[in-house]
T-cell receptor, first 117, second 114 residues
Framework: GAVVSQHPSRVICKSGTSVKIECRSL??????MFWYRQFPKKSLMLMAT?????????EQGVEKDKFLINHASLTLSTLTVTSAHPEDSSFYIC?????????????FGDGTRLSIL | AQSVTQLDSHVSVSEGTPVLLRCNYS??????LFWYVQHPNKGLQLLLK??????LVKGINGFEAEFKKSETSFHLTKPSAHMSDAAEYFC????????????FGKGTRLSVIA
């Protein structure tokens, strides 16, 4: 089945550090990838939609200069949290879509737990 | 706009008893609906999806969901709960193409008591 690999699974770093999270589709080409953020005991909130070869579309309230998204190929999207602060600590999850009909599921990575000290 | 409402934030059942997790949806057209499960500090796993081919959808691990248009519901059920079913469950609706994002419900935490 379709597999999405997300790396790293956990990051602990100092305030002011920039952190890059990778999302790879391992056995399919993902024309679109999505980045979600999940606060403790909360649901997933869509941050941005990443389309290969074009700029990401950010949801309202998400700072594009803070959360840099690059989708350079059909199998890789990256999210960089720039100059991270403690309030950026969260669980970040990516998903990838093969496109097609709306009943095709998205495939999720295992998430990245980001902790900023 | 589409949305889903999960009617219970927390459900607790005894092991071996039935599970019912409720979800109502709102959509201006025929929706695509999914149930995902998330175990602690893990990503999401697809349990089942509604494709409009059949209103009763069977998923993994013995879970089922029935699409009821008249009630705008897509409740998740399982005849007999297992300890390993304890997790967070999300009812999800999607836009009208494969490249549109998912809209998540707030989640229902299922606890299974021995």
């Amino acid at each position: 089945g379709a597999v999405v690999s997300q790396h790293p699974s956990r990051v602990i770093c100092k305030s002011g550090t920039s952190v890059k999270i990778e999302c790879r589709s391992l056995d399919f080409q993902a024309t679109t990838m999505f980045w979600y953020r999940q606060f403790p005991k909360k649901s997933l909130m869509l941050m941005a939609t990443s389309n290969e070869g074009s700029k990401a579309t950010y949801e309202q309230g998400v700072e594009k200069d803070k959360f840099l998204i690059n989708h350079a190929s059909l199998t890789l999207s990256t999210l960089t949290v720039t100059s991270a602060h403690p309030e950026d600590s969260s669980f970040y999850i990516c998903s990838a879509s093969q496109g097609g009909n709306s009943n095709q599921p998205q495939h999720f990575g295992d998430g990245t737990r980001l902790s900023i000290l | 706009a589409q949305s889903v409402t999960q009617l219970d934030s927390h459900v607790s059942v005894s092991e071996g008893t039935p599970v019912l997790l409720r979800c109502n949806y709102s959509s201006s057209y025929s929706p695509s609906l999914f149930w995902y499960v998330q175990h602690p500090n893990k990503g999401l796993q697809l349990l089942l999806k509604y494709t409009s081919a059949a209103t009763l959808v069977k998923g993994i691990n013995g879970f089922e969901a029935e699409f009821k248009k008249s009630e705008t519901s897509f409740h998740l059920t399982k005849p007999s709960a297992h300890m390993s079913d304890a997790a967070e469950y999300f009812c999800v609706v999607r836009g009208n193409s494969g490249n549109t994002p998912l809209v998540f419900g707030k989640g229902t935490r299922l606890s299974v008591i021995a």
